[in-house]
C-alpha cells in the first residue's frame, strides 16, 4: 500500500463527503478508494471513518488523524514545491471559502485577473455565509467579513467594508424617517439573520429591531426588499452601493452608523505557507482600491 496515496485519498473523500465524489476528484475508481481507505484502517488498527448508505462521518480517530493528515501533507506538498519552481510558479488547485454576495458581485473579475497572472493555479471557490472550519473541511484560505477573533488562525485584511442604513424614497415618505436605531421599534426592520443585532446596537435597541419585519441570511434579497419598501436595512455598501446611486435606496442615520468593518483572507497557521495561498493573499492586497471602487462617489470614510 502507498502510504502516502492512501493518506491523501482518506483526506479527499472527508473533504469530499463521499467515496464517489472523492474517487471523481482524484481521478480514481469507487472501489480503489474504499480499498486505499480500508487498507489505512486495517494498517493503524483503527476505524476511521462511520459509513452509512448516504454519508459517511469521521469516528474520534478518524478525526485526529484527519487533521494531521492535512498538516502533512501540506508540508510534503510545501517541501516538493520549495525543491522545484513551484515558488516563483504557483500551481495546484486553491480552495476559497467566500461570502455569497461579495464573490457573486465582486470576485469573478478577481479570480480572472489571477488566473491571467497565474494559469498553473486551480480555483476551487465556494460560496457560503457561515463561518466554515477551514482545517476541517479543507480550505486553503476563507474571505470572511467581520471583526474576527479567533486566534488560532492566521488574518490578512483585504479591504474595510462600510455599512449604511438605507431605506427607498417611498417608505420613509409613508412612514417618516428614524432619527436613531431605538425609533426602529416604530418600522420595519429588514434584518440580517447572521448579524449580531446586540453588538451592533446595544441590548435594547438589538431586541427591538427583531420585533418586525423580514429576517434573512442574505443580503442582497434584503436590498431588494428595501428597494421595493419592505423597511429599513443595515447592510454594506458592495451590496446596497448601486440602489443608493442611482437613488432607489437613501442613507439614514448616518451618526448611528457602525464602524467599518474588514474583509479578510483567513488561513491556517503553517511554517511553511503554499506558495499558491501567498500568491492569491498578495494579489488579493490592494486590488479593490481604497476606498474601494463600489465607494467611490458615496463614503470617503476607510478604516
Not at 34 to 48: F, H, T
Not at 150 to 161: E, G, M, N, P, T
Request: proline share 5%; charged share 20%; with cysteine.
Amino acid at each position: 500500500m502507498d502510504r502516502l496515496e492512501a493518506m491523501r485519498t482518506f483526506v479527499a473523500v472527508v473533504s469530499e463527503g463521499a467515496f464517489t465524489r472523492a474517487a471523481e476528484r482524484l481521478g480514481h475508481s469507487p472501489q480503489l478508494v474504499s480499498k486505499y481507505v480500508s487498507q489505512l484502517e486495517q494498517r493503524l488498527g483503527s476505524r476511521l471513518l462511520n459509513r452509512t448508505t448516504r454519508k459517511v462521518s469521521l469516528t474520534e480517530a478518524g478525526r485526529v488523524y484527519y487533521q494531521r493528515a492535512q498538516q502533512v501533507l501540506a508540508e510534503i506538498d510545501e517541501m516538493e514545491s520549495q525543491l522545484g519552481d513551484l515558488q516563483h510558479s504557483p500551481r495546484g488547485q486553491l480552495r476559497i471559502s467566500a461570502p455569497v454576495s461579495f464573490a457573486s458581485r465582486h470576485m469573478a473579475g478577481l479570480l480572472c485577473d489571477f488566473r491571467r497572472a497565474y494559469p498553473q493555479v486551480q480555483i476551487d471557490l465556494h460560496l457560503n455565509d457561515r463561518r466554515v472550519d477551514i482545517v476541517e473541511e479543507g480550505f486553503d484560505i476563507a474571505l470572511r467579513i467581520g471583526q474576527l477573533q479567533d486566534s488560532s488562525l492566521i488574518a490578512r485584511k483585504i479591504v474595510s467594508i462600510n455599512l449604511a442604513w438605507v431605506a427607498s424614497p417611498g417608505y420613509l415618505q409613508a412612514h417618516g424617517t428614524p432619527q436613531s436605531p431605538e425609533q426602529l421599534a416604530d418600522h420595519q426592520y429588514l434584518n440580517y439573520s447572521y448579524s449580531d443585532n446586540s453588538q451592533l446596537f446595544g441590548k435594547g435597541a438589538g431586541a427591538l429591531v427583531q420585533q418586525h419585519g423580514i429576517s434573512c441570511n442574505n443580503g442582497d434579497v434584503l436590498v431588494e426588499a428595501a428597494v421595493q419598501g419592505a423597511g429599513i436595512a443595515l447592510q454594506p455598501t458592495f451590496i446596497a452601493g448601486p440602489a443608493i446611486a442611482d437613488g432607489r435606496l437613501v442613507t439614514l442615520m448616518p451618526e448611528h452608523t457602525p464602524a467599518p468593518m474588514g474583509l479578510y483572507a483567513v488561513y491556517a497557521h503553517r511554517q511553511l505557507l503554499a506558495s499558491k495561498v501567498r500568491s492569491f493573499i498578495d494579489f488579493m492586497d490592494g486590488y479593490f482600491g481604497s476606498p474601494p471602487s463600489w465607494d467611490l462617489g458615496l463614503y470617503s470614510r476607510d478604516s
